[in-house]
C-alpha cells in the first residue's frame, strides 16, 4: 500500500512540473516571434524612427536638428541577442542621424540606447547585456565604449578605450574604468566580470529591403 501510495504521488509530482515547465517553452516563442513580426512591420513602413523622437542630434557631421524620422531607405537593420533572453533586439542605424537598439516586449517598443551621427554599433556579448558603440569626435580620437544594456532602466557606461586612428594603425592612448585609468588588465578583468568567456559579436548592419527582412528576421 505505502509502494503504491509513494508511485503515486511520483506520478503527481511529475505531472505538476511537466505542467508547470512546458508553457514556458511556446511563450518565449511566441514572443520571439511577436518581435520579428513587429521589427518586419516596422521596417515595411516609408519612414521609420532609428533613434526616439524630439532628440537633438548631430545630422550629417554638420549642425543639430531635432530628429523625428527617416526615409526607410535610408534605415540599415540588424539582429541581436544582446539581454539574457531568445527574444531578439533590433538595430537601427541611419548614418545621417545616428542608431538605436530598440526592443520590443510586452506589446511596446523599447529604445535600450541610441546615439547620433558621431557613434555607430560595433557589438555585443550574447545574452550579456553587454554592448559596444564606437564614439567618434571631429579629430582623430575615438572611444571604445562598453554599456550594460537592459530593458526598462537608462543603458549603464562601465567601461571605455580611448583610441587614435594612427597613420599605420589603432593606436591606445587609454584604457578608462568609469573615469579611473587603469591598466589594460585590469581593463579586461573588469569586462570579463560581465561577459565571462564569451566573445564579442560583430554588428553587421544590413540596407533595408525585402530580401534582407526575409532573410535576417527569421
Known amino acids: 500500500m505505502k509502494k503504491k501510495l509513494k508511485q503515486l504521488i511520483g ?3 511529475l505531472m ?3 505542467v508547470t515547465v512546458i508553457p514556458a517553452i511556446p511563450s518565449e516563442a511566441s514572443a520571439k516571434s511577436a518581435a520579428l513580426s513587429k521589427y518586419s ?3 515595411r513602413k516609408s519612414r521609420l524612427s532609428v533613434l526616439p523622437q524630439g532628440k537633438e542630434v548631430w545630422y550629417d557631421y554638420d549642425y543639430t536638428v531635432t530628429y523625428y524620422s527617416s526615409k526607410a531607405s535610408d534605415v540599415k537593420f540588424s539582429i541581436a541577442y544582446i ?6 533586439d533590433l538595430v537601427l542605424q541611419d548614418r545621417k542621424y545616428g542608431y538605436g537598439v530598440w526592443t520590443y516586449k510586452n506589446g511596446s517598443f523599447r529604445c535600450l540606447r541610441w546615439d547620433d551621427c558621431y557613434s555607430e554599433p560595433v557589438g555585443y556579448y550574447k545574452k550579456k547585456g553587454i554592448f559596444r558603440e564606437n564614439s567618434y569626435t571631429e579629430g582623430s580620437p575615438f572611444n571604445r565604449i562598453y554599456y550594460k544594456l537592459q530593458t526598462g532602466k ?4 562601465i567601461q571605455y578605450q580611448q583610441c587614435n586612428n594612427g597613420e599605420y594603425r589603432v593606436e591606445n592612448w587609454g584604457f578608462y574604468v568609469g573615469r579611473k585609468r587603469v591598466s589594460s588588465s585590469a581593463f579586461y578583468k573588469n569586462l570579463k566580470k560581465y561577459v565571462g568567456n564569451t566573445k564579442m559579436t560583430r554588428i553587421y548592419m544590413h540596407n533595408n529591403i525585402w530580401a534582407n527582412r526575409n532573410k535576417y528576421l527569421r
Do not use: T
Request: negative net charge; contains cysteine.
Open 11 to 13: 506520478c503527481f509530482l
Open 41 to 43: 512591420q516596422l521596417l
Open 154 to 157: 537608462n543603458p549603464a557606461e
Open 16 to 18: 505538476l512540473l511537466v
Open 83 to 88: 539581454d539574457g533572453d531568445d527574444v531578439p
